[in-house]
């Protein structure tokens, strides 16, 4: 808000919006007026520059002023500062980005319902990489929303005066209705929706420490929490029905949305525990299978992808040993196991000849083992240190006796954040 200061020597980028509350002229109000033309990233076209003061005749006498002093003859690029009409120029923005985000679900296949646009960007759920290999697609659906909504927004209560009829001014508003639901359903569909509980500490310190409200009342435990989470604490049923309405009447639509949430969580995951989301993915195929094999049995389905669910977002299996109680010994056992009885869903495999003869007991007694002396030799700081990572590698090493098999399970440890 300019009135006597940020003015000279003032460059922040990220300044959008100037308030002028202040008689200005020449070299001061055209110094004050370029504080918002500063480039700030792609997201950033303009800034806006909110006149309190009828300055509007003075800033178009210090533009004239100051581009009368340009050097034209040097060629290359134009330095003509412009003074543009802001409902036409607003108007040719809406009308781009309305363009842009249809041209972006054209290639959707009819009859362009949700499911369809849910095949378009995530992809197949029988096909693991698919969700990953369609990122780029989503990216630019919620980039171009976005860009649709700030169109909107900076017209909105003049679309009239910028020439629009009141047929095309509801066709909009429907279509800006339309591109925000599609958005959240497939954010919702790839498990993209942003998870506040890594902020939840320092948002409540910034509330307790500088909001003062009354004590409030708690309608629900379960804002903002992601699918999983809803399925672990409060069922299906329910889960479902948090869905966009969009969503919840389509069988298909709520089956892939799921799928491909169990299918995110698996792929984030998997580096900390290679074996037991190797495991959970290929549950995961089974049931998609068993989905459009018995589409009779919807119900037995649910049961089945609910149950995976509450596997993966646990990270564990329910049989998995009471000594096994940090993330840190749960994955190298279940990576050990894998290479001793190269474990399938069922769990039935050939042993490999390097544990041919352990038992599960003293597989279970290896791996506290390597967790036991990893905890107790590994210096400070050591990721990323060759040196420091040598000495892990040498105590793992002398319980193993393998080389390949060291680098196999420092590989794992590398991922646990308790090491």
Request: charged fraction near 30%; glycine fraction near 6%; hydrophobic fraction near 35%.
């Amino acid at each position: 808000m300019v009135v006597d200061k940020l003015l000279t020597g003032f460059d922040a980028p990220s300044c959008t919006y100037l308030y002028i509350d202040k008689k200005m002229q020449d070299h001061g109000l055209f110094q004050a007026i370029c504080r918002t033309n500063r480039l700030d990233g792609e997201d950033k076209d303009f800034g806006y520059v909110v006149d309190y003061k009828d300055l509007f005749k003075k800033v178009e006498k210090a533009i004239a002023v100051y581009t009368s002093e340009l050097d034209h003859s040097a060629g290359g690029v134009d330095p003509e500062i412009l003074l543009q009409d802001r409902l036409t120029k607003g108007r040719e923005r809406l009308d781009n980005a309305l363009e842009a985000i249809a041209m972006l679900c054209e290639p959707v296949a009819p009859p362009k319902g949700e499911l369809e646009h849910i095949h378009y960007f995530c992809g197949n759920t029988e096909i693991p990489e698919d969700l990953k290999a369609h990122e780029t697609q989503r990216a630019a659906l919620y980039k171009a929303t976005v860009a649709l909504v700030r169109a909107y927004a900076n017209i909105s209560d003049e679309l009239g005066k910028a020439g629009y009829s009141d047929a095309d001014i509801k066709r909009i508003s429907q279509d800006l209705d339309r591109y925000l639901k599609l958005r959240e359903i497939i954010r919702n569909a790839a498990a993209e929706n942003l998870d506040l509980k890594a902020y939840e500490a320092d948002m409540r310190h910034l509330i307790d420490t500088y909001i003062e409200a009354d004590a409030p009342r708690k309608i629900s435990p379960f804002d903002d929490m992601p699918l999983l989470d809803l399925i672990v604490k409060t069922g299906i049923a329910n889960a479902i029905n948090s869905l966009p309405d969009g969503l919840k009447g389509n069988r298909n639509a709520v089956a892939e949305t799921i799928e491909n949430n169990v299918r995110s969580k698996i792929i984030k995951e998997h580096l900390n525990d290679p074996a037991y989301y190797d495991t959970m993915s290929a549950i995961l195929d089974e049931i998609i299978k068993y989905r459009k094999e018995q589409a009779e049995n919807y119900e037995e389905y649910l049961k089945k992808i609910a149950d995976l669910a509450k596997r993966v977002e646990a990270g564990q299996a329910d049989d998995t040993p009471e000594q096994l109680d940090t993330p840190g010994r749960r994955a190298i056992f279940n990576n050990l196991r894998q290479v001793a009885f190269s474990v399938s869903p069922s769990g039935v495999g050939d042993p490999s000849p390097l544990y041919a003869d352990s038992t599960k007991g003293e597989m279970l007694e290896l791996a506290i083992r390597i967790d036991e002396t990893v905890k107790h030799t590994r210096p400070d700081g050591w990721r990323g240190v060759q040196a420091k990572e040598n000495v892990i590698k040498a105590a793992l090493y002398g319980i193993l006796q393998d080389v390949a098999e060291v680098e196999r399970i420092f590989l794992i440890i590398e991922k646990q954040r308790e090491y």
